[in-house]
């Protein structure tokens, strides 16, 4: 029943969506002098990651409406490259998502790169036809269709059909010759109590992708970056330690527990909530700041409402947790970068999440990255 309810509000079944009010647009802004299709030193990114909730395979791709707000984005900026990193969708999806968010780019843009790895976590890379190119892991592989090897991917739970519901997929793309980015769409452990195996799977990822020799030989000589996305799964820390928490076999949830949710979740609900929690009370920011994983990394300030985990179909001008299935709130859905090689620098113009698109228990989000090559020589 649940997963028909998604498919009806996702095909407006349920009743045309609300969207997002003017006043709310989200929080992406043009920087003067910076326009990633006429200057030649500096490379415009859009990230997206999503997590759909689509592991059965249920729910069609999105329809070209659906994804107006994707279109005005990448129109709107104009970028040279546009990432988008999923959570649990269907292998079997891939071909139809990958070409769904095609149909909302700029004709001039071209599909470098899809996998999924045999991961509900796959990556699409588009580009600027002849600006960019993905790098093979060796000579004659084809990124688009040779098998995955830990090179590319990194698998932390595989499920009885063989495809791991946790994990990464990368890739490795140059700019005009000039940059090499690391691009990693990552799923990491759930749950608040989750956070030290979180932190360990982070660690495993920066091990395999976070250093130049990394990074396929071609390409080391270039100033690089890696920009990691996702959902991450990190939360929003209570104020009493909690040792326990509510599961699909135990939904209920201790009294302690029940009171500190109650309390999280009557902030996450007003407006401004991130300026009290964030980053104070947000897991990845503190393990940053403790050395327990992502050291080095950098993120634009977050300003917009926790992404996880939201009502499925609630009304777009509220901000609404599911207080049913009790799970403490966080800024879930993420986006960091992180210098590699020298020569290359980072100003983000945007980080906001898609408050309009709200038929999963996550809202989307994303990043407008601006990489400035500095001159050589």
């Not at 759930?190 to 990394?214: C, D, M, P």
Request: hydrophobic share 40%.
């Amino acid at each position: 029943a649940g997963m028909l309810a998604h498919a009806a509000w996702l095909f407006g079944i349920c009743g045309p969506r609300t969207h997002r009010p003017t006043e709310e647009a989200p929080n992406i802004t043009r920087l003067d002098g910076v326009d990633g299709s006429t200057d030649s030193g500096t490379l415009r990114v859009v990230v997206c990651t999503w997590n759909v909730g689509d592991k059965l395979g249920e729910v069609p791709p999105p329809t070209l409406d659906q994804l107006t707000w994707f279109s005005k984005l990448c129109a709107d900026q104009a970028v040279d490259i546009v990432l988008v990193g999923l959570q649990e969708l269907t292998p079997g999806q891939l071909a139809d998502w990958g070409s769904a968010f095609q149909k909302a780019l700029p004709a001039d843009f071209a599909l470098l790169f899809r996998q999924h790895a045999d991961t509900y976590i796959p990556l699409f890379v588009y580009a600027r036809v002849g600006t960019a190119t993905v790098c093979p892991l060796s000579d004659g592989v084809d990124p688009e269709t040779s098998s995955m090897t830990s090179e590319k991917a990194l698998r932390f739970h595989l499920d009885e059909a063989g495809v791991a519901s946790k994990g990464c997929v990368a890739c490795v793309v140059t700019w005009r010759g000039r940059l090499a980015l690391r691009i990693v769409n990552a799923h990491l452990q759930h749950a608040y109590t989750g956070l030290a195996k979180r932190n360990r799977q982070q660690g495993e990822i920066e091990q395999h992708f976070a250093t130049v020799s990394s990074m396929p030989a071609t390409v080391r000589h270039l100033p690089s970056m890696l920009l990691q996305f996702g959902d991450l799964n990190y939360r929003i820390n209570p104020e009493c330690l909690l040792t326990a928490e509510p599961t699909k076999q135990d939904p209920g949830g201790s009294e302690t527990f029940c009171e500190e949710f109650r309390k999280l979740v009557d902030i996450c609900e007003q407006p401004g909530s991130a300026t009290l929690l964030w980053p104070g009370r947000d897991q990845l920011q503190q393990a940053r700041l403790a050395g327990q994983a992502f050291v080095g990394f950098e993120e634009a300030p977050v300003t917009f409402s926790p992404t996880y985990k939201r009502i499925p179909g609630e009304e777009a001008r509220s901000v609404a947790y599911d207080r049913e299935q009790k799970r403490l709130p966080g800024w879930c859905d993420r986006v960091l970068w992180k210098p590699l090689a020298p020569g290359v620098s980072l100003k983000s113009s945007g980080y906001d999440a898609i408050e309009e698109v709200n038929w999963t228990d996550h809202r989307p989000v994303v990043a407008v990255l601006n990489l400035i090559a500095e001159p050589s020589g």
